[in-house]
């Protein structure tokens, strides 16, 4: 088990800047996402982790103990790959035992080792296989048995179930998960999927364009991001933003909408426009006497839940409301909102203004 710490680091491949200075910790024992969108910079960072790519500047930690320049050989930290090469002319046993009979062990040591993988992966009955004939799960429970077997202070998974489809994707995701659990290990897991990143992970960090956006818990993640680049990324609908111009100044309460009193969280910071209001979709209620409106330019049903396009004076926001609450295209609502999820972002670099003090009171109710 293994604490993973960066520091500062930056990754440059010739004049392109890949990862830019980047500071986060991954604590003994997490479940921890790096997740941002494709070429932020994901794969870049674990593989830094690994030692399969030298930083260009900066730190990185492991157990206290500096790594940047170590090779992978000596770090003892296991690298999952999305395609995982088994090898086809070995059984599952032999595939799992590999690195084990490698490392110069015991045969009575590696059958040991082999049968309780075997247990924790539920694989004990396909031991004697060809790894030929398996089933997509189970290819990918060999091949974290061997990522497993050796022992390892850390794991780094770089989108390892991005082959699979959907369906047994979420189902591999859990019992990811509850192998994680068990195990306790550290585990850093790059997607650029916003919602198995939500699932799965203890702690998230968000990239984008090589930078760290925002690091954190998933909860904390959705309800107050950083910046109106991780508001957007994460949920599905994404957040809404209403823009709007004027200014703002430090702990303030309310914004005008459209002329309309909006009431928000104490600002941190004062600033000048363009300015937005950040609200969730299913943060924003339908009720007859708000005197904010809009006007209902489609709605999409979803079984418990519809979302509904509606036009504003501030644009196109969506809300997520009961199916059963009826509505027609071109009809005008009110429009309410949940004032305690609100966000201020400022508009040029989309920086959240929320007040800390209104983070830490509404984290502990
Ligand atoms: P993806 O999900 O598409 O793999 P990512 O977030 O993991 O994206 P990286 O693979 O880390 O992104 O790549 C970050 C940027 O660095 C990309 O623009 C990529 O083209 C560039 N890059 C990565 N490896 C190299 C390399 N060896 N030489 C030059 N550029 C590279």
């Known amino acids: 088990m293994a604490q993973i710490r960066i520091e500062n680091v930056r990754k440059d491949f010739g004049a392109f800047n890949a990862v830019k200075s980047s500071t986060f910790t991954v604590e003994d024992g997490e479940f921890f996402m790096l997740l941002g969108p494709s070429g932020c910079g994901k794969t870049t960072t674990l593989r830094m982790m690994a030692g399969l790519e030298l930083p260009t500047s900066g730190e990185i930690y492991i157990d206290g103990g500096e790594v940047g320049m170590k090779p992978a050989s000596q770090r003892d930290i296991a690298f999952v790959f999305q395609m995982f090469a088994l090898y086809p002319h070995m059984n599952v046993g ?14 009575a040591d590696v059958k040991k080792k082999v049968d309780e993988v075997a247990e924790i992966l539920g694989i004990q009955d396909i031991l004697n296989k060809p790894v030929g004939g ?55 897991y790059v997607t650029h999927d916003q919602l198995e990143a939500m699932q799965m992970g203890d702690k998230i960090v968000v990239m984008n364009h090589g930078v760290v956006e925002q690091f954190g818990v998933p909860q904390e993640i959705y309800d107050w991001p950083a910046t109106k680049f991780v508001a957007n990324f994460i949920g599905s609908p994404s957040m809404n933003f209403l823009d709007f111009g004027g200014m703002v100044g430090v702990g303030t309460h309310s914004v005008a909408l459209n002329g309309v009193k909006v009431e928000v969280p104490a600002m941190r910071e004062g600033a000048k426009g363009p300015l937005s209001v950040g609200v969730r979709p299913e943060h924003i209620h339908f009720s007859d006497d708000a005197e904010y409106r809009g006007r209902v330019v489609a709605s999409e049903y979803l079984g418990t839940t519809q979302i509904v396009t509606l036009a504003t004076a501030n644009g196109e926001v969506k809300a997520r409301i009961p199916a059963n609450v009826s509505v027609r295209t071109d009809e005008t609502i009110g429009l309410k909102f949940d004032e305690r999820t609100l966000t201020v972002f400022e508009g040029a670099k989309g920086t959240a203004l929320r007040s800390v003090t209104n983070e830490k009171v509404l984290a502990h109710g």
């Open 94 to 107: 032999k595939n799992i035992s590999y690195p084990l009979y490698s490392q110069g062990m015991a045969k």
């Open 134 to 188: 398996l089933s997509g799960g189970d290819r990918q429970r060999v091949a974290l048995g061997r990522a497993i077997v050796r022992s390892p202070k850390a794991f780094l998974m770089d989108e390892p179930l991005g082959a699979l489809d959907a369906e047994f994707r979420e189902h591999m995701s859990e019992e990811l998960r509850a192998l994680h659990d068990r195990m306790g290990a550290t585990t850093v």
